[in-house]
């Protein structure tokens, strides 16, 4: 999922003042910062596996991952981009771009180069599973352009990861699970509802108000368990390759993370509900 900010030294050390994350990294490592490295790669790394697990070649499992990675690159540093003047008024130090660590016009001309990769690496992976994956792609673009400050924020979360499964399934040749796709959606809602949580007060102060900012932390956190807690149930239930000992596990852990989420404090319950994302990710693998 615009307008750039001032980048002179002044505005850079106010910013480093006011902010109390952790400092972001510099130098070639900030443009590599600004891609979201966490979830690009994670994505990057359910699809790889999934397509691994639909016995798709190891050539078309690494033009999987390829395209995924490219289309995930493209979503986090145009985040960044369209964010910039936000993140430096809440000095978020993490953020390479809002404390000059990376200029902007290496972002823009990074995004582009993943943008024009992109197209033709979906492609390739075939005309049906590369229109899905684009129209993911164009789902975390339409988060980033808007759609995040709406109460439909979570609805581009629930497409792309419903359609990630899909996109896997038709370039490995394999017809696509509904269940596969329910679950990714299930998966999406959660993980927009669990990423959402730590930035709540800086995205009001900033004018962002997605589902999660007009609900509240409480109701929020409730509702990504019972997303999370939904997709546990339809993997235990509806995917053919889990045995019954490993649908007993999902069931047992996703229920004693939802206890821990909803009734421990601190930073437990978001661990918790992190944790129960895990394991319905685990179990959509390796119940393909």
């Not at 339409?142 to 996109?167: D, E, H, M, Q, R």
Request: net charge positive; glycine share 10%; aromatic share 4%.
């Amino acid at each position: 999922m615009a307008t750039v900010g001032p980048t002179n030294e002044g505005r850079d050390r106010d910013v480093a003042a006011a902010g109390t994350r952790a400092p972001s990294p510099r130098g070639p490592l900030a443009l590599l910062a600004a891609t979201h490295p966490g979830p690009a790669l994670a994505v990057t790394a359910v699809a790889g596996l999934l397509a691994a697990a639909e016995q798709a070649p190891p050539d078309r499992v690494a033009l999987v991952a390829a395209a995924v990675l490219a289309g995930q690159l493209s979503i986090g540093w145009s985040n960044d981009l369209l964010d910039l003047a936000r993140d430096r008024q809440v000095g978020r130090l993490d953020k390479p771009l809002a404390t000059g660590a990376v200029d902007a016009r290496s972002v823009r001309v990074a995004c582009a180069v993943a943008v024009l990769l992109v197209v033709p690496l979906s492609l390739a992976c075939g005309v049906a599973a590369g229109l899905v994956h684009l129209g993911c792609v164009a789902c975390g673009w339409a988060y980033n352009l808007g759609l995040k400050a709406t109460a439909w924020s979570w609805l581009p979360y629930a497409l792309a990861f419903g359609g990630l499964p899909v996109f896997v399934s038709l370039a490995a040749g394999v017809q696509p699970a509904w269940w596969a796709a329910a679950a990714g959606a299930l998966l999406g809602v959660g993980a927009h509802l669990v990423n959402t949580l730590p930035d709540l007060a800086d995205d009001r102060a900033t004018g962002v108000l997605g589902l999660p900012h007009r609900i509240g932390a409480g109701p929020t956190r409730v509702l990504a368990v019972a997303v999370l807690l939904a997709a546990s149930v339809l993997l235990a239930t509806a995917a053919p390759d889990l045995r019954t000992a490993g649908r007993v596990v999902v069931l047992a852990a996703a229920a004693l993370l939802s206890l821990v989420a909803l009734r421990s404090q601190g930073r437990r319950p978001f661990q918790a509900v992190v944790l129960l994302a895990v394991v319905d990710v685990v179990a959509l693998v390796v119940g393909r």
